[in-house]
């Protein structure tokens, strides 16, 4: 066994093992044991859970200087963070890991766990009309984040009624019932338009608020009003920008600012 040596004494977390949900603010405390016969500085302290596939992994982190004297246990060192939409969904393990005397680092073995939850049943919901099926991935994935917002993204694709009209018994219902309409305006919406301008069409007839996700260095539909919002995407988008994307319109969702276009 070497000497200069730092252990993790114990993980816990607030709440306990319990659930949580995105954006919730939570604690995680660890509590370390210097065995070796000299002082150990702690430098840093990270916390590692499982993230999704193709997102820039959240690592919630802080620097400290904490000193642990020989034989000594520290107090608990807290990280406080919110649960960021790049976590997997579900029971969610995590690791700790300590950085210490400039160049070492330790990291927690035992079994520590959150259960993450959406933030609200997906209910309130939101047309996404794109290029299908190019573009069909990239929304189901930003669809995800909205989920785990509480919103629901709608994709007619994803909509497995069969022997429908689809436009008069499946689109226009759902652009009626949605809270606003989020258009992908990619390059391949530019080059292959149709169906998209007719769901923007549909959509300011319902006075539908409309959200344009624009592709970097793409001009916008000219049938698109001066009144929208919008977001830009860098080349054909990443994941983490999806998820920036989706936690804005959530922040503008508790604002209200979906319900102000009534259908007369």
């Known amino acids: 066994m070497e000497l200069d040596q730092l252990e993790i004494y114990k993980v816990t977390s607030f709440p306990i093992q319990a659930f949580v949900h995105y954006t919730q603010k939570v604690q995680v405390g660890v509590q370390l044991r210097n065995t070796s016969n000299s002082t150990i500085v702690v430098d840093r302290i990270e916390c590692h859970f499982k993230c999704e596939?193709?997102?820039?992994?959240?690592?919630?982190?802080?620097?400290?200087?904490?000193?642990?004297?020989?034989?000594?246990?520290?107090?608990?060192?807290?990280?406080?963070?919110?649960?960021?939409?790049?976590?997997?969904?579900?029971?969610?393990?995590?690791?700790?890991?300590?950085?210490?005397?400039?160049?070492?680092?330790?990291?927690?073995?035992?079994?520590?766990?959150?259960?993450?939850?959406?933030?609200?049943?997906?209910?309130?919901?939101?047309?996404?009309?794109?290029?299908?099926?190019?573009?069909?991935?990239?929304?189901?994935?930003?669809?995800?984040?909205?989920?785990?917002?509480?919103?629901?993204?709608?994709?007619?694709?994803?909509?497995?009624?069969?022997g429908l009209n689809v436009w008069e018994e499946k689109i226009q219902p759902r652009l009626q019932?949605?809270?606003?309409?989020?258009?992908?305006?990619?390059?391949?919406?530019?080059?292959?338009?149709?169906?998209?301008?007719?769901?923007?069409?549909?959509?300011?007839?319902?006075?539908?608020r409309l959200i344009l996700i624009l592709e970097e260095g793409i001009d916008k539909p000219e049938s698109f009003s001066t009144d929208f919002e919008y977001h830009t995407l860098r080349g054909k988008g990443t994941r983490s920008e999806l998820k920036q994307i989706a936690r804005v319109i959530h922040r503008t969702y508790l604002k209200g600012m979906y319900f102000r276009n009534e259908n007369p």
């Not at 299908?132 to 694709?157: H, N, Q």
Request: charged content about 25%; hydrophobic content about 40%.
């Open 53 to 162: 596939d193709e997102v820039d992994p959240f690592i919630p982190a802080e620097d400290l200087c904490v000193r642990i004297e020989p034989g000594e246990l520290s107090p608990f060192l807290y990280l406080d963070f919110e649960i960021d939409l790049a976590f997997c969904q579900g029971t969610n393990s995590y690791k700790a890991l300590i950085y210490y005397d400039s160049e070492k680092k330790v990291e927690s073995t035992g079994l520590n766990y959150l259960i993450i939850d959406p933030l609200a049943p997906a209910d309130d919901m939101f047309f996404i009309s794109h290029r299908d099926p190019i573009d069909t991935g990239t929304c189901r994935v930003f669809s995800s984040f909205l989920r785990k917002l509480g919103l629901l993204g709608y994709l007619a694709e994803d909509d497995k009624n069969l």
């Open 177 to 208: 019932n949605s809270l606003a309409t989020i258009v992908f305006w990619t390059a391949n919406a530019h080059d292959s338009p149709g169906n998209i301008l007719k769901e923007i069409e549909i959509s300011q007839t319902l006075h539908k």
